[in-house]
């Protein structure tokens, strides 16, 4: 009898001790892998823009990711979508990265339509934000404050045919000492606008003369590492 009792004692100081240690670290137990979603938005000029440098960083930031045991989500945005899939994949993310070409100092126009297409729906279902986050009733609400996406991040990695020292330099003509991450400040802000947190970018330079490409992709998977405190 003494025996059952405390049987049953240790097995009740088990189940208090299990949860407790639960408790504390509420992500122990759980195994829903956190997802990535990668949106390449290159658009192919046949015989002049193929896009193989920008799958490239597709491929070494999905082999990242894998390694990380992220789930990942893909949208090849010339190959079609659907815009209320595409809202359903950015809530699933945890992060988002467009990997883009820069085209004529932005992103391909194909970027612009899908941005257009998928926030909007974003708004209007109310899945996304809510609105610009501004009330009648309380003036202190700041414009850009309704996203709903706090918690998730969003990254650009581009790939460019200006050299790195055309940029946050004053003496050079064209970006007037802006750096990538100015040329980008529209973009970023409708994520931002949404409630994305905004990671640093990468870049790939001066991609008709770079020698170097084989080591940017190299230390593409260094800068994620570091920016995803992984």
Not at 126 to 144: I, M
Request: aromatic share 12%; hydrophobic share 35%; glycine share 6%.
């Amino acid at each position: 009898m003494k025996a059952k009792i405390l049987l049953i004692t240790l097995a009740m100081l088990f189940v208090v001790s299990s949860k407790l240690i639960s408790q504390s670290n509420p992500l122990q137990g759980s195994n829903k892998p956190k997802t990535v979603l990668i949106i390449n938005a290159h658009l192919t000029y046949p015989g002049w823009s193929e896009g193989k440098l920008n799958k490239s960083f597709v491929d070494r930031a999905k082999e990242f990711f894998i390694s990380q045991s992220y789930r990942v989500l893909e949208t090849e945005i010339e190959d079609g979508y659907n815009a209320d899939e595409e809202v359903e994949k950015h809530l699933q993310a945890d992060i988002i990265i467009l990997q883009t070409p820069v085209n004529w100092i932005s992103t391909p126009w194909i970027y612009k339509k899908y941005v257009d297409e998928v926030f909007n729906i974003g708004l209007k279902s109310q899945k996304l934000l809510a609105g610009d986050g501004r009330l009648q009733e309380d003036p202190s609400k700041q414009y850009g404050t309704g996203g709903k996406m706090q918690g998730k991040k969003f990254m650009i990695s581009a790939t460019w045919n200006a050299a790195e020292k055309d940029f946050n330099d004053k003496s050079q003509y064209l970006f007037q000492g802006k750096g990538p991450t100015d040329v980008f400040f529209n973009i970023t802000t409708n994520y931002r606008f949404s409630g994305f947190e905004i990671l640093e970018g990468y870049n790939c330079f001066d991609v008709f003369h770079n020698t170097r490409i084989k080591e940017d992709l190299e230390n593409y998977s260094v800068h994620l590492k570091k920016v995803m405190n992984l």
